[in-house]
């Protein structure tokens, strides 16, 4: 079992939907939760960060962290055609030798 | 934004022959990586460093070296090349010391024939 899993979708949604993509993981160390965007044939880009449990927003996403459940989302409001890419969740701890774990990414479209 | 530099950005090579994959950046950081990425497995740590002549290896070093002679070069060697390691490599450099956020490059694409 890989230590973070992700849906790999595709997945594919209209223009204004609500899209949720989803990370488990099951190393309770993990502390910091990232996400991060790629499009194709590009380097994947810090999308989102947060710091242990809760809530963060910025503009049309929210990224959530539930430890208890070893559970993060990521939320696109009023999704957009710029928003296709592939998603990949990424995790650490303090302690951890500076290196991230990631989840396989999850593909999302969106379509007009 | 930290400048990293990938080089070359597409190379097609044959099986056995060694290959040479350069990441330059502009901004002193300390902490670089080696990444490869392939369909159904995301992205795997092959190499990071953490200073000039201080490496270390990532859950799938086998087949590649690394070097960092200076502080802006990080070089991944292939010493012989495998079909296995048609990939999609990045290099990466820890933009968040304390948080773990990495920077990526832009990628290059390796296919072993």
């Known amino acids: 079992q890989k230590e973070v899993e992700q849906d790999p979708g595709p997945l594919s949604v209209p223009e204004g939907a609500i899209v949720s993509l989803n990370c488990t993981y099951s190393?309770?160390?993990?502390?910091?939760f990232m996400w991060y965007r790629q499009y194709s044939r590009k380097g994947p880009e810090l999308l989102m960060y947060t710091y242990s449990s809760g809530n963060k927003e910025d503009g049309r996403f929210t990224a959530q962290v539930d430890k208890s459940s070893k559970y993060i989302s990521l939320f696109i409001r009023d999704s957009q055609p710029s928003d296709s890419a592939t998603y990949l969740c990424?995790?650490?701890?303090?302690?951890?030798?500076?290196?991230?774990?990631f989840g396989t990414g999850t593909q999302l479209k969106v379509e007009l | 934004d930290a400048g990293i530099t990938q080089s070359p950005r597409h190379k097609v090579t044959e099986t056995g022959t060694p290959v040479t994959l350069r990441c330059h950046q502009t901004?002193?950081?300390?902490?670089m990586y080696w990444y490869r990425q392939d369909p159904g497995h995301g992205l795997r740590l092959i190499h990071y460093s953490y200073g000039v002549k201080d490496t270390d290896k990532g859950e799938v070093s086998d087949g590649y070296s690394v070097s960092r002679s200076k502080t802006e070069d990080f070089l991944l060697t292939l010493e012989s090349a495998t079909s296995s390691q048609t990939s999609v490599y990045f290099c990466?450099?820890?933009?968040?010391?304390?948080?773990?956020?990495?920077?990526f490059g832009e990628g290059s694409r390796l296919t072993v024939l």
């Open positions: 990466a450099i820890l933009a968040g010391v304390y948080t773990g956020e990495l920077f």
């Open positions: 190393n309770s160390a993990f502390q910091y």
């Open positions: 901004e002193n950081h300390r902490y």
């Open positions: 990424a995790m650490t701890f303090t302690g951890g030798g500076n290196k991230l774990t």
